[in-house]
């Protein structure tokens, strides 16, 4: 018995061995050991393996862990046989407690093994050096506490690695779904308290150093063109609206999330949007309550200190503001002197609206993302403990209460054989992975045949995002940086990389989306919603294709479309790509700002600062002049910002859509469920949102700690003229 591997349960698995025999023994009732070690019970497969020589089985996941078995759920599974009342995993027992284990050991997480291409019998002992993909094999299942189990490290070893394992025996107080921007944040605020246990599971690889292309500000296109550098690509559903366009949404898979990939401007929003919110339901969460908390997070270099009503001093995210060096840079400052859209010294300050100098986050000509900033920083403190490459793929629930995660074993919470009704752990995770648990509108759950836990309307409901347009203007003078970022001068791109390799400086110490503003789209409007990110270059395709030549371009577009879309599931495996309908163009009220956007770019590249530089119009065109022409334009062309959000909002609890409850950050029906990041916005603030998502974690870190709430702060805000 001692010389047994565990159980490794399949379900999907063959009903027959290699010799065609059955693998029950109908007359004895429990599994027949056959010359191979199979066994069977209707619905689920058993598969004990005697010897470490059978490494030509069709068990993918046994091939995979070559040299260890992951053990089946159940206190009293035995280790060769198990009577057949035992058959139902959905249950797990673990000492006389049960707890609910959805979907638990589905064929479809084995399918790519099943199918073939599963490695040779070297292949494991390869692996064990190297780790691989998390999504490419089954998730073990859970073990009996009370019998000798695998610590975490070695569940590990082929889907990623633990940065710092807990010790065996020790169960986290938290557990943190994703190192995104608010992931990283939680990690560090709630680590302050040494009596928390944080662990942090990532998909994704860590940021390390030798990443330069995560690190160098100038190659955020470089990472946009190789989803291997930390994006996950994913594509909208065909658009309807848009010539039935899939559009391209990459995603930050790394530490850091989408502030390690993004361009790395800082904009909080505007006041309003905030005020907003709390009009939508979200208590709490007005701009006098929020601002406190931007500055908390906020190391600015022009901050004037603690006193300074706008800007943080002492934050861990530093925010350097846009040189604007660049001469195109300097004219584009100049139009907000001479149209009417005004001029701005920081328009995350006094005025949004506005021509003016961008925030950036970035320190000593390096990216500064949340990883920068709060987790790498902390990596030794001894209750934070951190992972690459470990995808989460389940929520564990005893009844309403998260007590825990699969990924590639279960991890429970503190306690395992009795929950404590008082105990403090909790669980941050976000739209998809709640959908995959059982948690949103039950008739897009149950064709999927995955049990409904909660049956919750607004779960991947309310997406919204930012649409933008390029609008480009061929320059006439040398000034752009068309001869310092394409190949075809590749001294002169040698040249730059060699000068930030050395010194941090030069131009590839920057995004170059050095400046920017804010318009409204009209009078009556109150307060801004068409952005400009403004590019001394042109970029194609999303930025995977060089410039042609020498131009410049505003990326331009509404901030507060009335047309939302979903995500929802496609299947029941919790690692595939979730499905994302953002609806652009569902309110035709969103044709009419665009064409104020592209006509008030038109306006702004005609004023007298350009009238050096100016050459003809890149795009939309000479041609493309009427309403008819410009929206076909738009459906042709238009890019997202990339900004997907509000697809879990927090809300009243009489808000049919609201998920989250904004004063304690619950999933509303469950304990200790939590969603901190991008989808609790009850809608999208006027702006990028990496800010704001920052914001959002420091104040939910207060929230969830039992903190009281920073005192509000309420400093004077531009409003414009009543008859303007």
């Not at 789209?521 to 030549?549: A, M, N, W």
Request: with cysteine; proline share 6%; hydrophobic share 35%.
């Amino acid at each position: 018995m001692s010389s047994q591997p565990p159980f490794l349960v399949i379900d999907g698995y063959r009903d027959k061995d290699r010799e065609g025999r059955d693998f029950l023994d109908p007359e004895a009732g429990k599994f027949k050991r056959t010359e191979y070690a199979h066994y069977f019970v209707p619905g689920w497969r058993a598969f004990l393996q005697d010897s470490y020589q059978m490494t030509g089985s069709d068990c993918g996941l046994f091939e995979a862990q070559f040299y260890k078995c992951m053990e089946a759920f159940g206190a009293k599974l035995s280790r060769l046989y198990c009577d057949l009342e035992q058959r139902d995993f959905s249950e797990c027992v673990t000492g006389e407690k049960k707890f609910k284990r959805f979907r638990a050991m589905k064929d479809i997480r084995f399918k790519k093994w099943l199918r073939g291409d599963r490695p040779s019998m070297w292949e494991p002992t390869i692996e064990y050096i190297r780790a691989v993909k998390p999504n490419f094999a089954g998730m073990a299942t859970g073990a009996d506490k009370k019998r000798k189990g695998y610590s975490w490290k070695d569940s590990s070893v082929y889907y990623g690695k633990f940065i710092r394992p807990l010790p065996d025996g020790v169960k986290p107080t938290h557990i943190i779904v994703g190192a995104g921007s608010a992931g990283c944040v939680l990690a560090n605020r709630l680590t302050e308290d040494p009596q928390n246990r944080v662990l942090l599971i990532e998909a994704g690889p860590r940021d390390y150093w030798w990443n330069w292309k995560i690190h160098m500000p100038a190659a955020l296109m470089y990472n946009l063109k190789n989803s291997t550098s930390g994006f996950r690509v994913y594509y909208t559903t065909s658009q309807e609206k848009m010539n039935n366009r899939a559009i391209y949404w990459p995603r930050g898979r790394v530490w850091g999330g989408s502030s390690s990939l993004n361009a790395m401007v800082y904009i909080r929003g505007h006041p309003l949007d905030y005020d907003r919110w709390e009009k939508e339901g979200a208590k709490g969460w007005a701009f006098k309550n929020c601002l406190p908390y931007f500055k908390k997070a906020q190391h600015h270099e022009l901050s004037t200190g603690i006193e300074d009503p706008y800007r943080g001093s002492q934050g861990p995210l530093y925010v350097t503001q846009g040189r604007c060096e660049n001469p195109l840079h300097q004219a584009f400052l100049e139009v907000g002197k001479q149209h009417s859209i005004g001029s701005t010294e920081d328009m995350n300050g006094f005025k949004q609206e506005g021509i003016g100098p961008m925030d950036m986050t970035i320190k000593d000509g390096k990216r500064w993302s949340a990883s920068s900033a709060y987790l790498n920083p902390i990596l030794d403190r001894p209750n934070l403990f951190t992972t690459q490459g470990v995808t989460c793929t389940q929520i564990l629930f005893d009844k309403q209460r998260a007590i825990g995660i699969e990924f590639i074993r279960k991890i429970n919470f503190t306690t395992t054989s009795l929950i404590d009704a008082g105990s403090r752990e909790k669980m941050y995770c976000t739209d998809a992975v709640i959908l995959a648990a059982g948690i949103g509108d039950g008739d897009h759950l149950y064709p999927l045949k995955i049990p409904i836990v909660q049956d919750m309307k607004g779960v991947g409901r309310n997406l919204q995002d930012h649409l933008e347009i390029y609008v480009q203007q061929k320059c006439l003078k040398p000034i752009t940086l068309y001869n310092k970022s394409t190949w075809k001068h590749p001294h002169r791109m040698m040249q730059i990389g060699a000068q930030w390799f050395l010194t941090k400086t030069g131009l590839a110490a920057s995004s170059h989306l050095e400046s920017g503003g804010f318009a409204r789209s009209s009078p009556e409007i109150p307060h801004p919603d068409i952005q400009f990110h403004f590019l001394p270059s042109t970029v194609h395709d999303d930025g995977r294709s060089s410039p042609k030549c020498h131009g410049y371009q505003v990326h331009v577009g509404p901030m507060r479309s009335k047309s939302t879309g979903r995500v929802y599931l496609k299947s029941s495996d919790p690692r595939a790509a979730p499905l994302c309908d953002p609806n652009y163009f569902g309110d035709d009220k969103d044709w009419v700002e665009f064409r104020q956007s592209i006509r008030l770019s038109r306006e702004l590249f005609a004023q007298r600062a350009f009238d050096d530089f100016r050459g003809e119009e890149l795009a939309p065109g000479k041609d493309c002049q009427t309403d008819e022409e410009i929206d076909q334009f738009v459906a042709k062309y238009a890019a997202s910002a990339y900004h997907p959000s509000c697809t879990c909002k927090m809300g009243s609890s009489n808000d049919n859509l609201a998920v989250v409850d904004p004063e304690t950050m619950n999933v509303y029906g469950f304990e200790n469920l939590k969603v901190v990041d991008a989808s609790i916005m009850p809608s999208i603030i006027s702006g990028n949102l990496n800010a704001p998502v920052i914001m959002l974690a420091e104040k939910a870190a207060d929230i969830i700690s039992g903190k009281a709430p920073l005192p509000s702060e309420n400093p004077p805000i531009w409003s414009p003229p009543k008859n303007n």
